[in-house]
């Protein structure tokens, strides 16, 4: 199983990004999926999570800026995030619970990608 995040980048305060996270292998199903970032010297925090029936939550520095979504036919989670300010500067994980077919499961990170907010 692997997680690919993708969709970072360099951007001015107040623009956007989209971030996508694909999981591919032999996968089941797809159970909790979630956002975290680490900024430098900072430890790893919880920006955005959702169940497999979509139901979300997310970190109070995020609320009304950041929409995570997922495409469970597409094993897909996705993270919209505007308004960025340059506290969001960091390297986005993404991270899924998966389960397979014979009935384990196990949880999962992405590589990480680079979001810059800066002018």
């Known amino acids: 199983v692997q997680l690919q995040a993708s969709g970072g980048g360099l951007v001015q305060p107040g623009g956007s990004l989209r971030l996508s996270c694909a999981a591919s292998g032999s996968i089941f199903s797809i159970n909790d999926m979630r956002w975290y970032r680490q900024a430098p010297g900072k430890q790893r925090e919880l920006v955005a999570a959702?169940?497999?029936?979509?139901?979300?939550n997310y970190a109070d520095s995020v609320k009304g800026r950041f929409t995570i979504s997922r495409d469970n036919a597409k094993n897909t989670m996705y993270l919209q995030m505007n308004s960025l300010k340059p506290e969001d500067t960091a390297v986005y994980y993404c991270?899924?619970?998966?389960?397979?077919?014979?009935?384990?499961?196990?949880?999962?990170w992405g590589q990480g990608t680079q979001v810059t907010v800066s002018s």
């Open positions: 959702i169940t497999s029936g979509g139901t979300t």
């Open positions: 991270y899924a619970v998966i389960l397979f077919s014979r009935g384990s499961s196990g949880y999962y």
